[in-house]
């Protein structure tokens, strides 16, 4: 039988404010434990909650990224529930009267674009409707670029900034109804989504098609051998008895609120950036991928193009010679602005457009600059590595190889057209690698056909 | 001489202002007065003696040096053992918290502090707040000093004790749903539960978190104003303290009753209540009658409904509140236990009491899926109706006066064994913590057996300036001031 796979995942993103959500403790990860405490997190007796505005703001700027609906009064909810990290017994959380309701995202699976439906934010936690594993992959990686874009959070999944959740479910093609979904936790990486979703469709399709039930529990994801494991049933299934916080006040957002985050996101997102890049520049979408890693990049390679007065040349540039440098020297973008401003790389760039040095030796002017920070006009002057584009000059040197080439020369005459490129590496090797290429072409084209 | 037993805070703080009387001498008097009578009152849970002398002592000094002194510099004033105090245990009443010392104040009590006031010891309480009797303290029965086989109310029934046994001055309680107003009816103080929002709870180990709220009992009007204006105020740890101006209570009290609109809602005089209250209560509107007041009935309809809703708001915060009680992180931890699960289990089953337990499982209960609708979000609704009773009543009049009690103190043991009875003992102060008004008892007589009858007066959000205004008059009428329990001197 074939079935539709329905796929949800719920992605827990760490803000990235200076102090935790509900007190004033700090929240650096690499601290020693229990050196960013007060009565408050630690849920002493009678210590009470007090919102941090800053976290708000954060999750204001996801929901106005997501497309959200951003609601004008929300409230804080307890999830009650025993656990020995929980000091105080339950989570305050957002129940039924969340933050932002319903968004997307749009991403590319399996070269298909797709409009992600985003159920819900609040404080902690998203939710989206996807029908494949790639898709889920697509999806959660799409999301966190775009809060990592935006600056809520640093996205770093091994420190636990970025969480996932999932859950899965499948219907027999053209049912309606869903059918019964397992919960898969422990999904900490993009790559382990994806997995982890493929062998629990896997495992759903053979007992169905075996005409056995899915039981709705919630399954602990085992990445060394790759398989879901019961985690709880249903019967042990938590009864969290949501109640609405009474130790804070409802949260009132008033549209002022959300104008001034408004004005704190970037001017545009970098899926934005990347879609312009390919449509109105011509580029690759792999180059404009990653010429769009983040805002900085982005950044960076418009200033360089504008210097170079060629966007195309500024993206093979800076996602070749450029990012192999990156990688080798170990070093960043913000490294790589000091040591390499845009203006002077896209200085650089001209000259080999203009014909003053070539694509090699502008390779080699690349390398002292990041050497020696010089300007590339300078490093260029002083090793006299500009390129003969003198015409007489070469001339001159054309008329010595073909004097010095009879038997050549005859059979070139002859119709061996092909001995072009034997005649431009004797003048190139004449002129010491210095003579401008299409120059020496262009001329030495000229005197043979004569 | 002054004797500091019965002397008023205004007067304490004059002794020691003046020199005739040093904060040392008053505080070593008042721990005198507690080594004399409490041994049968019991309504400390701990007497903070060095503690207290060493805060007394730096009062003097800063008179000595001629520093500021504060509006309670050298008051002593006993705290409900529910709110937090820097170094000393705060036990909540309970086996679970017996050892558990905060390393922080209460909001309320570090104000306290900064006043001045030397906190003298802790009081007993029902265990977490829950009861009307202190029987349910895990320790020790508190005792009426009024009569000693009887029950001083509850939960805060050590605080009114004590102030009622001269063993302090003045006492901080808590009021989740009559555990100020009903002791201090049954001690024959005055007590105050202000508007809710308008006392930081940071630091008051919580019960119920919405209807929880912190106030003084004093020996007299005047001294609950006094306190007041101390704690009274917004607090940035308390996101539910309300950010109103605090007005001066104590510059108000003279201005009497004459004029003021008094309500007398009929559903807190039902046929069955007891003659003697009804008396007094009665008595003391006659009394604000002849001071110029105007009396006039009033309804709040939903008032039978208030019991039980009551019962299931409060019984599910509290649920949630009491779950951080594991054995974890502080107090009790089980020994034995082989898995967390295990720990948990046995660390809350030695740790609370039965009515603590009883009270969690309602809580668990009422908010349970499948019954969260039929009993906690009609709750809820009901509350709304409750709140709009008292709305439309301050409509038309300025104060409501009701009995506190529907009867003066009960004997020990005597609903102990039968919670619903002791549940009705607040029927007529659980509507106030629900509607988050400011309401206030104060004594207006005694029974034939010499048992304080009290008298509640109701203000509308935030009326305190009113309520207080009001019980001065009244205080002054009923001439109360000069009976005292038949202690030892
Ligand atoms: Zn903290």
Redesign the interface.
């Given at each position: 039988m074939t079935y539709e796979t329905i796929i949800g995942l719920e992605v827990h993103c760490q803000l990235l404010t200076a102090s935790k959500i509900f007190c004033g403790c700090r929240t650096r990860f690499g601290d020693p434990p229990n050196t960013n405490v007060c009565?408050i997190c630690?849920?002493?007796?009678?210590?009470?909650?007090?919102?941090n505005r800053t976290a708000v703001d954060y999750a204001i700027r996801a929901a106005l990224t997501l497309d959200c609906d951003i609601r004008p009064r929300s409230i804080f909810a307890?999830k009650?529930y025993?656990y020995?990290d929980l000091?105080?017994?339950?989570q305050i959380s957002m129940y039924d009267q969340p933050l932002a309701v319903g968004g997307h995202l749009d991403i590319e699976a399996g070269g298909a674009r797709r409009r992600i439906g985003i159920t819900r934010i609040h404080m902690e936690e998203d939710a989206g409707d996807l029908r494949s594993p790639e898709e889920a992959h697509a999806y959660y990686s799409a999301l966190r670029n775009l809060l990592v874009d935006i600056g809520v959070t640093d996205g770093n999944m091994e420190e636990g900034s970025l969480r996932c959740d999932a859950n899965v479910s499948l219907r027999p093609k053209g049912q309606a109804a869903f059918g019964t979904k397992a919960e898969l936790k422990n999904l900490n990486s993009f790559r382990f989504v994806q997995k982890a979703l493929e062998y629990e469709i896997r495992r759903q399709t053979q007992l169905l098609d075996a005409g056995q039930r899915v039981a709705q529990e919630t399954r602990l994801y085992d990445s060394e051998e790759d398989k879901t494991y019961t985690m709880r049933s249903k019967e042990e299934a938590h009864?969290y008895?949501?109640?609405p916080e009474?130790?804070?006040?409802p949260l009132l957002v008033e549209k002022e609120w959300i104008e001034e985050v408004r004005k704190s996101l970037p001017a545009k997102l970098l899926s934005q950036r990347r879609e312009e890049y390919i449509t109105a520049y011509g580029l690759l979408a792999q180059v404009a991928t990653t010429l769009t890693s983040s805002q900085p990049m982005a950044d960076y390679f418009e200033a360089t193009a504008t210097a170079a007065g060629d966007h195309k040349a500024a993206a093979n540039w800076i996602s070749g010679e450029v990012l192999a440098r990156m990688k080798e020297g170990g070093f960043d973008i913000v490294v790589l602005k000091s040591k390499l401003p845009p203006e002077r790389l896209g200085g650089l760039i001209a000259r080999v457009k203009d014909g003053t040095v070539s694509g090699s030796t502008g390779k080699e002017v690349l390398e002292t600059i990041l050497r020696t920070g010089q300007d590339p006009d300078e490093v260029i002057r002083s090793s006299g590595l500009a390129q003969v584009s003198d015409e007489g000059a070469l001339e001159e040197a054309i008329e010595k190889v073909v004097a010095a080439s009879p038997g050549q020369l005859a059979q070139y005459k002859a119709g061996k057209t092909t001995l072009l490129g034997y005649f431009v590496g004797q003048v190139l090797k004449a002129t010491g690698g210095k003579a401008n290429p299409a120059l020496v072409n262009r001329l030495l084209k000229e005197r043979l056909d004569r | 001489m002054t004797d500091p037993s019965r002397a008023t805070i205004a007067e304490l703080r004059d002794l020691v202002v003046s020199g005739r009387m040093s904060a040392s001498e008053i505080c070593k008097a008042h721990l005198g007065r507690t080594r004399a009578v409490d041994d049968r009152v019991k309504a400390y849970r701990s007497v903070l003696e060095r503690q207290a002398l060493a805060e007394a002592d730096a009062v003097d000094r800063a008179r000595r040096e001629s520093r500021p002194l504060g509006p309670l510099a050298g008051v002593p004033i006993a705290v409900k053992d529910v709110l937090c105090t820097q170094g000393t245990p705060t036990t909540c009443g309970s086996r679970i918290l017996e050892n558990f010392v905060p390393y922080y104040d209460a909001t309320c009590v570090a104000r306290l502090r900064e006043a001045g006031a030397v906190i003298i010891g802790k009081t007993n309480m029902d265990e977490f707040a829950m009861g009307s009797s202190t029987e349910n303290s895990a320790f020790e029965v508190t005792r009426n000093p009024w009569d000693l086989t009887r029950v001083p109310g509850g939960s805060s029934g050590g605080s009114a004790a004590a102030v009622a046994a001269g063993m302090v001055p003045a006492a901080l309680g808590t009021d989740t749903g009559g555990s100020i107003r009903q002791p201090a009816a049954l001690c024959g103080v005055p007590g105050l539960k202000p508007t809710y929002g308008r006392v930081s709870r940071y630091g008051l180990v919580a019960f119920a978190s919405s209807l929880d709220q912190a106030g003084p009992f004093g020996r007299t009007v005047a001294d609950v104003a006094r306190i007041l204006q101390v704690i009274a105020g917004h607090d940035p740890l308390d996101s539910t303290s309300a950010p109103e101006p605090v007005p001066d209570y104590l510059g108000g009290l003279e201005r009497g009753i004459a004029g003021l609109r008094i309500g007398v809602p009929k559903e807190y005089f039902p046929a069955g209540l007891d003659a003697e209250v009804h008396g007094s209560v009665r008595a003391a509107l006659a009394a604000a009658e002849r001071l110029g007041a105007s009396i006039d009935e009033v309804s709040l309809p939903h008032t039978e409904y208030a019991i039980p809703t009551y019962y299931i708001i409060a019984t599910a915060e509290a649920s949630s509140n009491l779950a951080r009680y594991d054995g974890v992180r502080y107090g009790l931890r089980a020994a034995g236990a082989p898995d967390i699960a295990q720990l948990f289990r046995k660390t809350r089953n030695a740790g609370f009491g039965a009515e603590v337990k009883r009270r969690i499982m309602l809580g668990t209960y009422v908010l349970s899926s499948g019954y969260y609708d039929a009993y906690y979000l009609k709750g809820q609704k009901v509350r709304t109706l409750i709140r709009r009773d008292f709305e439309d009543a301050f409509r038309r009049v300025d104060l409501l006066i009701t009995p506190t009690t529907p009867s003066a103190a009960f004997r020990i043991g005597e609903k102990v064994d039968d919670p619903l009875a002791m549940y009705l003992s607040d029927i007529f102060t659980v509507t106030i913590n629900l509607a988050g008004l400011p309401g206030m008892s104060i004594p207006c007589g005694l029974t034939r057996d010499g048992l304080p009858i009290g008298a509640q007066i109701i203000g509308p959000r935030f009326g305190e300036d009113v309520v207080l205004r009001a019980a001065a008059a009244l205080e002054g009428a009923m001439q109360f001031r000069d009976r005292h329990p038949p202690l030892p001197r």
């Open positions: 009565p630690l849920g002493m007796p009678g210590s009470l909650p007090v919102l307890r009650n025993f020995p000091p105080k017994g339950y009864d008895r949501y109640f009474p130790d804070l006040l | -």
